[in-house]
């Protein structure tokens, strides 16, 4: 697909339908589009109107003696696009958060005017005082300062606008045109080419002056090819296209063939490899970089969000390892001093990439481990302020480092994981690189058959199993694939795993990935780009997965 | 314009207000085209967690969904949307429509689709006391459990969910086109852990059901806590085979995957990755499966009952009891609930998932089966089951909050979590004791989710039940 065809599709389908088809009717670009006429209910997300609904409801949480409240404005598009469907969900979510003596309070639903702000904001801040009453006495929660947010706007910066973009030119251009193409490779039976795009509108104001709005776009699409090869049909997928903080530039036609051809060869390899038996004992093993993004985000930077560590998600998603801040701040190693890991919100092209985060707090780019060492936590306003009280050495001053969110104004917000960069060293190794740097032993991932490995964690997030069924495992010897491994898993503590780091990939290895993690009581699912290149980690416990004691 | 107010007495819209919608909804629609149908849910939450002794959130959340279907030709669109006012549900009406045409101009063949499954009209599971339970007292009811927990120098945390919710459907194909099947539900759940700040002791205890009346939150408190205190300090022990008594909380999370491969009668019968498909009949080119089989111990009878007044489900049309196991013998399997295809159609079984289920349970209590024990283990739950094999049923996974050690008839000292691999019917069919079937949490999983899944399970004594390694995590 070239540039200009993108232009044609973005700003001449109605002079191209209007041409082409007099008889027939085609829906045109401006049919599909959410603001065809019948928007009058819900305002733009930087109408007047919506900041004057927020201060009248933040007043009338004030009127009913909040110490604090705040109130998110949530207006979502979804649109999913298959070969020859199309499904389109718009939600709108407002919720109010009220303090008082440190309880919070939080109401929240579906619809957004004046009067409904109003209740909400009532109800929220009634909930705080009732739970101040049942208690008798001021909770631990504070909130930190951060500078007042005044009509602050930001979007996600992208180049074409994905819901400008008619079904039916996805379905051709994308859709059909590379199901047609796989058909013209040798063996190559069909394929499927799944896409979805999000914008999620989204306005806060608080009781302290802060207000503003962002509008935040998602683009992401699956790849999946099924040849006829040696008397079966075998499916191979491709991670070319993760979810994205950008538009529908993110899909370019001719990388997408190109991705074909290789995804064929590489099922064509794969199957013809042999399958080995479970060889159980201590291996070195070299990580793919999506297998190594799913372990930085499980085991680095989830056990590093301080509500976890204080306990807070006890009965939830669970608590930490790294559960004594003022301890191991600066001091726990963690990892091989190969090993720095950032969290960033303001990454380009992040799916959790914003402005400001959902407490009005600017994010900050976090030191999470610096060569090995823990050098910080995962904070948003609440939690750094029980922190201040509760760790007295490294809460004493501690701010929000800007990772409060929520999926939707529906929920409240919680300390979620942002976007995050496993640093590549200065080498050029790349994944095949480190296999033959290892020589012998066993490589993880990195093929097209199967699925992602996700390690098992337990409630600390401190022991891990990995699954070798689910992301294949592959034989190494003298540098080369020799053979998949069947029915291995491996067992590892996480510091022990990070300290057995031996190599890195270097900057031309590193890919991105979306990874998705959950947590909270009720669960709230959110989404952030892991940028992780491959890793070689000595001497790996390989057991039979299925062999029982 | 037309606005519901979802305001304090309308948690939920009810029926009437949704009647109206629906019929509003369908006033958009362009002359000419099909309604297929309309889908209503709307949900209110209570929710109240609580961590670090203190009520950290008491939150009101409430939502609903409108869902549009339209039909041209053989080819069907749909869109969602949150909003009822007129101009947003023209705007799904509209946007269902294009959606339609878009699909009908792709469309090589459109799999023809089984009306759904309704549930029986006015059903309904509901309770007043989960959706009237005053806030105040649910506030003071968290600030005294906690105060428990905080005088033992321990940490407590723990989430109350309580929730009201209705269905609505009006569907062209449907029993009776002219009217909407609506029914209303609640579900609460209560759960609690309580820790040991330095993390070196934890206990938990949850319950759920549709009705907050029957959940002792006060006794879940005390037994967690109990529990915490007893898992302080644990010791290691070597993993290996050993006589397990399970708490019915883990014989449920360990009965997952069986109570799903009861709910597949299609893969038995297609396949061999089903631990209910026997032999692959050369003869007949059919899969042969174990109906009628012995599959565990005698014991052991496995069934789901809509009208069961303790489990609690949301009846609906065709879907009666069915016994799966009985007295260890395979008696009966159900289909995967979706909606089938054409080919689906040909299998003449009425029967569709039913996740929800109890199992039969015995008189030994917990205490005796202790007692009778020489060297074992006492197992509160797993922090995680998952399937490693589907012939087979074999999972993984890890114990969480109280593992202890029995020894001459008493339990000795706490010890460290651990990792187990086996399988429910390897459980089942290596039992010793059970006890009496009591109600779990078993809460649903998301909140947009309507079915519920209750499970009442036994306290299950078992021989040999295998763990592989040890699980240094509190």
């Known amino acids: 697909m070239t540039q200009s065809r993108r232009c044609f599709v973005k700003n001449g389908v109605a002079v191209a339908t209007s041409l082409s088809v007099a008889k027939t009717f085609v829906p045109t670009e401006s049919l599909f589009a959410e603001s065809a006429g019948r928007r009058a209910a819900v305002p733009s997300i930087e109408d007047p109107t919506l900041k004057a609904n927020i201060q009248r409801a933040l007043d009338a949480a004030r009127s009913v003696k909040a110490d604090y409240a705040d109130i998110r404005v949530t207006h979502s598009f979804n649109r999913d696009f298959a070969f020859r469907n199309v499904h389109s969900v718009e939600t709108m979510g407002v919720g109010v958060r009220a303090m008082v003596n440190g309880y919070w309070g939080f109401a929240s639903g579906p619809i957004c005017d004046a009067d409904e702000l109003v209740r909400l904001a009532k109800a929220a801040t009634t909930l705080a005082h009732s739970a101040s009453t049942a208690y008798g006495r001021p909770n631990e929660v504070q909130l930190v300062d951060r500078p007042v947010v005044r009509d602050g706007h930001w979007t996600t910066p992208i180049k074409i606008d994905p819901f400008t973009i008619h079904p039916s030119y996805y379905s051709d251009h994308l859709g059909r045109a590379i199901s047609n193409y796989v058909t013209t490779r040798p063996n190559g039976l069909r394929t499927d080419f799944n896409v979805g795009f999000t914008r999620v509108e989204k306005a806060v104001g608080a009781t302290d002056g802060t207000y503003f709005t962002q509008r935040l776009y998602t683009s992401g699409g699956n790849l999946s090819v099924v040849i006829f090869w040696l008397g079966r049909q075998i499916r191979g997928s491709s991670d070319i296209f993760p979810m994205t903080g950008a538009g529908y530039e993110l899909f370019d036609e001719v990388a997408l063939r190109a991705e074909v051809d290789r995804v064929v060869e590489a099922i064509r390899f794969e199957a013809s490899l042999p399958g080995l038996p479970v060889d159980v004992g201590r291996f070195d093993t070299v990580f793919a970089a999506h297998e190594t993004a799913n372990l930085i985000s499980t085991t680095i930077a989830a056990p590093a969000q301080l509500d976890r560590a204080l306990g807070f998600e006890a009965n939830a998603a669970g608590t930490s390892f790294l559960d004594d801040p003022d301890q191991m701040i600066g001091s726990y190693r963690l990892a091989s001093p190969l090993i720095s890991v950032t969290g960033d919100r303001t990454m380009p092209g992040g799916i959790g990439t914003v402005a400001w985060d959902d407490d009005g707090v600017v994010p900050a780019v976090v ?28 809460g004493k001053t501690l701010t929000s480092n800007g990772c409060a969110q929520s999926p939707s104004a529906i929920e409240a917000p919680l300390v979620h994981t942002p976007n995050l960069t496993l640093q590549p060293s200065d080498s050029q190794k790349t994944f095949s690189m480190l296999c033959e740097d290892m020589g012998n032993g066993i490589a993880i991932g990195g093929g097209v058959i199967g699925g992602t490995a996700h390690p098992d964690m337990d409630q600390q997030l401190l022991n891990g199993y ?84 | ?147 428990a927990s905080r005088d033992q120098s321990l940490m407590s945390a723990g989430y109350i969910e309580l929730r009201g919710g209705e269905f609505a459907v009006w569907d062209a194909e449907g029993a009776d086109p002219k009217s909407v099947e609506y029914y209303t539900y609640s579900q609460a759940q209560c759960s609690m852990t309580v820790r040991h700040p330095k993390g070196q002791g934890s206990g938990w205890a949850g319950l759920s059901s549709y009705d907050w009346a029957r959940i002792d939150a006060g006794e879940l408190a005390d037994r967690a806590l109990k529990k915490c205190v007893a898992s302080l300090n644990p010791v290691a022990i070597e993993p290996g085979r050993y006589t397990t008594i399970l708490e019915p909380q883990a014989v449920s999370q360990l009965c997952e995957n069986l109570i799903g491969a009861l709910n597949n009668r299609i893969q038995a019968d297609r396949s061999a990755n089903s631990p209910f498909s026997l032999n692959y009949d050369q003869g007949l080119r059919i899969w042969r499966n174990m109906l009628g089989m012995k599959v565990v111990d005698d014991r052991i009878t496995i069934e789901h009952d809509p009208e069961d007044p303790e489990l609690g489900v949301i009846p609906r049309p065709g879907i009666g009891r069915i016994r799966f196991i009985e007295n260890g013998v395979l008696t009966q399997m159900a289909l995967q609930e979706r909606r089938f295809g054409v080919e689906d159609r040909n299998i003449n079984d009425p029967e569709k998932t039913r996740s929800a289920y109890r199992m039969s349970g015995g008189s030994t209590t917990t205490d005796e089966m202790i007692a009778t024990t020489k060297r074992g283990l006492l197992v509160t739950r797993f922090g995680h089951a998952g399937q490693l094999d589907g012939k087979s049923l074999l999972c993984t996974g890890f114990t969480r909050d109280g593992l202890w050690l029995i020894e001459n008839g008493k339990l000795s000292k706490a010890v460290k979590n651990m990792r187990f691999t086996e399988s429910p019917l390897f459980m089942l069919n290596n039992l010793e004791q059970m006890g009496p079937a009591v109600p779990v949490f078993r809460p649903v999983r998301r909140a947009t989710t309507v079915d519920m899944s209750p499970a009442i399970v036994p306290t299950l004594k078992v021989n040999d039940f295998s763990f592989t390694a040890m699980v240094d995590a509190v």
Not at chain 1, 499 to 520: E, N
Not at chain 2, 70 to 87: H, P
Not at chain 2, 106 to 134: C, G, H, Q, R, Y
């Open chain 1, 367 to 394: 030191p999470i481990v610096t060569n090995g060492v823990l050098t910080n936590y995962l904070t948003s306003r609440d939690v750094a302020g029980v922190a201040r009280t509760a760790l007295p050495v490294y």
């Open chain 1, 466 to 549: 990995i699954s070798g069924d689910i992301a294949r495992l592959y034989a190494i010897k003298n540098g080369k694939i020799s053979g998949t491994i069947q029915g291995a898993a491996i067992l590892f503590r996480t510091p022990e795993f990070w300290k057995s780091v031996k190599a890195i990939g270097g900057a031309a290895s590193a890919q991105r990935f979306a990874v998705q993690s959950t947590k909270g009581q009720p669960g709230q699912t959110t989404h952030h780009t892991v940028s992780a290149v491959p890793v070689l980690v000595e001497k790996l416990t390989y057991i039979d997965a299925k062999r029982k004691a």
């Open chain 2, 1 to 147: 314009m037309t606005r519901t107010n979802l305001g304090e007495d309308n948690r939920i819209l009810f029926r009437e207000n949704v009647e109206k919608l629906i019929a509003r909804t369908k006033t958009f629609m362009t002359p000419g085209s099909v309604c297929s149908g309309v889908v209503v849910q709307g949900w209110w939450q209570s929710e109240m967690q609580w961590a670090r002794n203190y009520l950290n959130v008491s939150a009101d959340r409430r939502d609903l969904s409108v869902r549009f279907g339209v039909e041209l030709g053989r080819a069907s669109g749909s869109a969602t949307t949150n909003q009822i006012d007129d101009a947003s549900l023209k705007g799904v009406v509209a946007q269902a429509e294009r959606n339609a045409y878009f699909k009908q101009s792709k469309a090589k063949e459109t799999m023809e689709m089984l009306p759904p499954i309704l549930p029986m009209a006015d059903a309904t599971v509901w309770s007043d006391s989960t959706f009237n339970a005053p806030t105040e007292q649910r506030a003071k009811l968290i600030a005294h459990l906690t105060t």
